[in-house]
Each structure stands twice: as structure tokens, then as C-alpha cells.
């Protein structure tokens, strides 16, 4: 027979088995530090959001991209008064979390540089290894931004990799859509 000490000995241990493994957030950089990371050069950034209309709405379900939201938040980046590029702060669901990350484009529509703002998944810190996030470096709207196709997968942060490829092609897409529409000037 067990003896109740016992019991309560084991108990806590037994609970701890079963719980999920705990989410590990951390906060790398702020939008602002990241903008100004992507242009360092820019000495304005202009806060703009632009609304999801009907056209646009048709075209970005044509490239087979689903937006999140009603309205895009982007950030212009400037120096002199000329557009240098734009920078889109977005979130995405690793296996379980939110991440949060930037995806920087120059003028004409071109990968700058993806940078992880914030990470609360367990596992797959991985992406924010340089050399992954390297890979969207040049890369455009045409591009597949696709993890298996042009984007590495690593081993152990699939979902990781998948979602944030995805996210970082949803939001190239829109922008150039919207370049092509004239609506970044």
C-alpha cells in the first residue's frame, strides 16, 4: 500500500509532466529600433495605414494571399523627402504563439531585411538565426516565398519557419500590389 507521504510527493511531479513545456517570450527589438536597423540612413519615418478596398481585396486573393486585417499599418521610410522603402510590423502564429516580426522592402518592392521582434515559442528561436533570415534578402512579390520551394526549412521550427514565410509573402505581396497601384507615393 502507498503511503499518503508519498503521494503528495509524486503528485506535483506528475502535474508538471503533463503541462505543456512553457513558452519562453522574449522582446529583441522594438518596431522602432528595427526601422531604423532596415534604414539606417532614413532620417523620417512616416506612420501610414491603408484601408483594404474591394479592388485590392480581388487582386491579393488572385496571388492567393489572405490578409489578416482590414488595413495595412506601414511605416515609409525617407531620407531627404525620397521614399528609400516601407516597413511592415506583423504577427504570426509559430506552433502555438504569437511572433512578431518586420519585413523591410526597398522602393521598388525588393526584400531589405526580416528581422524577429519578439519570439514566445519554446522552441524554433532558430529563425532568427542571420543566415535563415538572409534567405528573403532580394526576393520580391514574384517570388514562390515558400519554405521547400526558395526558404530553407530548419529542422525542429517547421512551423516557425512556414508561418513567418508566409506572413513575410502576404505582406510583400500587398505592398506591391499597392506600389503597382499607385498607392505608395
Not at 112 to 128: C, T
Amino acid at each position: 500500500m502507498t503511503s499518503p507521504m508519498r503521494i503528495s510527493l509524486y503528485a506535483p511531479a506528475a502535474v508538471m509532466a503533463l503541462a505543456p513545456a512553457a513558452a519562453l517570450a522574449v522582446d529583441y527589438m522594438s518596431a522602432e529600433q528595427a526601422q531604423k536597423l532596415m534604414f539606417p540612413q532614413a532620417d523620417a519615418f512616416e506612420l501610414r495605414e491603408l484601408p483594404l478596398d474591394a479592388v485590392l481585396s480581388q487582386q491579393l486573393a488572385a496571388a492567393g494571399v489572405k490578409p489578416q486585417a482590414p488595413r495595412l499599418q506601414l511605416r515609409v521610410a525617407r531620407q531627404g523627402g525620397a521614399v528609400q522603402g516601407y516597413v511592415v510590423v506583423d504577427e504570426v502564429i509559430g506552433k502555438f504563439e504569437r511572433i512578431t516580426y518586420a519585413v523591410g522592402t526597398n522602393a521598388d518592392g525588393s526584400i531589405r531585411q526580416v528581422e524577429v521582434l519578439s519570439y514566445r515559442e519554446s522552441h524554433g528561436h532558430e529563425i532568427r538565426l542571420p543566415a535563415w533570415r538572409k534567405q528573403f534578402v532580394g526576393k520580391t512579390a514574384a517570388s514562390p516565398l515558400q519554405v521547400g520551394e526558395d526558404i530553407a526549412n530548419i529542422s525542429g521550427a517547421t512551423l516557425s519557419c512556414t508561418h513567418l514565410t508566409e506572413g513575410v509573402r502576404r505582406n510583400v505581396v500587398w505592398l506591391d500590389l499597392l506600389r503597382r497601384n499607385g498607392k505608395l507615393t
